[in-house]
């Protein structure tokens, strides 16, 4: 199945500072997946990217996939303390079989 | 809402005895999926069910089977613990038509002594 790799696995922060997490693949991929695990809690799904070069926004968080399909990132701007939590990319393959990258957790410091 | 309900969140089980983790879904869901997560090494697909009786192997079968003998519910057996399956188990589901958008349970934390 595709594999996709997270960067970095751990990333502290200042509140207000930005955040931004890396999802990377050596192949082509047909689609990527972006979740929210908070602390204690479920993933929760946010936003599908399928189209090479597409660009999403929700409020402060930026969902990009990469031309070549091979990437994508989450950028959080201005960083609150509810923005704590892991934050997982997913490539879904046949009937929602999806493989999940091993996560970036986000620690925000007030 | 979709609601997916595990039915323990906490279990505690001995080496060696036999182990039943159900999950129930609420929106008619085709598809159910059971993962295991481990610090460090994100959600591992254990097994998923496109349909009743239907069931495919994920990344991580071993020492796990699974039953879906109705769409709402798909369960989890242990034949035979371990203490390397001390984990948490989290059981997801989707629309066959929206598969991508996985809609999870809260999770069951799994100690085997």
């Known amino acids: 199945g595709q594999q996709v790799m997270q960067i970095p696995q751990y990333q502290h922060v200042q509140e207000g500072e930005d955040f931004t997490t890396y999802c990377n693949s050596s192949?082509?991929?047909?689609?990527i997946q972006w979740y929210k695990q908070r602390p204690g809690g479920h993933p929760v799904f946010l936003i599908q990217l399928v189209k090479s070069g597409e660009v999403k926004k929700q409020k402060r968080l930026t969902f990009q996939f990469g031309e070549a399909k091979k990437n994508s990132s989450l950028h959080i701007t201005a960083t609150q303390t509810t923005d704590v939590g892991t934050y997982f990319c997913?490539?879904?393959?046949?009937?929602?079989?999806?493989?999940f990258g091993d996560g970036t957790t986000l620690t925000v410091k007030p | 809402d979709v609601k997916v309900t595990q039915s323990s969140r906490y279990l505690v089980k001995r080496t060696g005895e036999k182990v039943f983790l159900e999950c129930v879904q609420d929106?008619?869901?085709?598809?159910m999926f059971w993962y295991r997560q481990d610090p460090g090494l994100g959600l591992r697909l254990i097994y998923f069910s496109y349909d009743v009786k239907m069931k495919e192997k994920g990344d991580i079968p071993e020492g796990y089977s699974v039953s879906r003998e109705k769409k709402e519910r798909f369960s989890l057996i242990l034949e035979s613990a371990s203490t390397n399956q001390t984990s948490m188990y989290l059981c997801?589901?989707?629309?066959?038509?929206?598969?991508?958008?996985?809609?999870f349970g809260p999770g069951t934390r799994l100690t085997v002594t």
């Open positions: 929106m008619d869901h085709e598809n």
């Open positions: 192949t082509t991929l047909s689609n």
């Open positions: 997801a589901s989707s629309l066959m038509g929206r598969a991508y958008e996985q809609y």
């Open positions: 997913a490539v879904s393959a046949n009937a929602g079989k999806s493989t």
